[in-house]
């Protein structure tokens, strides 16, 4: 597609239930990156794709995260037994082949609010 | 480990002021820096870019120079504009030895512009 594309915009959950992010990458791009949003508090990375090679998930808060990347393309992020705490806004993006010397291009995010 | 601080906002200025948001880094090897804008109720967007020390990224009349002596990458325009209100997010990617390594980024400053 011509952009990074997030869905839901917005969630709404209750404490306890799970969740899926879903991130859609801009065709052609191998490398997916995952961010959390949280107010005052800037990114915070969670997990990076590349290509064919196992995810760095060095930057998941807890066992209750985890994400995955199917056929090179789609990824879906998924919290289980939310806490008020994973509310934020969670950030996708996507890059040609890495974020050196080029960055990455953002999705408009997912808002999760668990109440 | 790599990282980057910049200042604390908000940054609040008049229309046609000068603006400084200073980013400094910390990084094992020769990153690549990139200055982020966040619009209200937007993703975020790349600004600018600079792979190399002494290099001057440039956008909609923002500049920033790599300046390795000082590991600084202060972002700056002439005169901002009200629709220059945004979020700023300073942020790096290290060496290609570890490309695809997940942009780190400062925790961002507010600006805030009013007529």
């Known amino acids: 597609g011509a952009g990074v594309s997030q869905s839901p915009s917005n969630k709404v959950t209750e404490k306890g239930k799970d969740v899926e992010l879903r991130c859609d990458p801009i065709?052609?791009?191998?490398?997916l990156y995952w961010y959390r949003q949280s107010l005052g508090q800037g990114l915070e990375f969670l997990i990076y794709?590349?290509?064919?090679?196992?995810?760095?998930k060095s930057g998941l808060p807890s066992d209750r995260f985890s994400a995955e990347r199917t056929g090179g393309s789609v990824s879906t992020l998924t919290i289980q037994r939310t806490q008020q705490e994973d509310s934020a806004v969670y950030l996708c993006?996507?890059?040609?082949?890495?974020?050196?010397?080029?960055?990455?291009?953002f999705g408009s995010g997912t808002r999760l609010t668990v109440v | 480990g790599d990282s980057v601080t910049q200042m604390e906002g908000p940054v609040t200025l008049s229309e046609e002021a000068f603006l400084t948001i200073n980013c400094t880094y910390t990084?094992?090897?020769?990153?690549?820096l990139f200055w982020y804008v966040q619009y209200p109720g937007e993703g975020l967007q790349l600004l600018l870019k600079?792979?190399?020390?002494?290099d001057k990224g440039s956008n909609k009349g923002f500049e920033a120079t790599y300046r390795k002596e000082t590991t600084s990458f202060h972002l700056e325009k002439g005169s901002v504009q009200v629709s220059d209100s945004a979020v700023y997010f300073c942020?790096?990617?290290?060496?290609?030895?570890?490309?695809?390594?997940?942009?780190?980024f400062g925790k961002g400053t507010t600006l805030s512009v009013s007529s």
């Open positions: 794709f590349q290509g064919n090679s196992a995810p760095d």
């Open positions: 065709s052609g791009h191998t490398a």
């Open positions: 993006a996507s890059s040609l082949q890495g974020a050196y010397g080029y960055g990455y291009t």
């Open positions: 600079a792979t190399k020390a002494d």
């Open positions: 990084a094992t090897g020769y990153p690549s």
């Open positions: 942020a790096l990617s290290d060496t290609p030895a570890q490309a695809g390594t997940a942009l780190i």
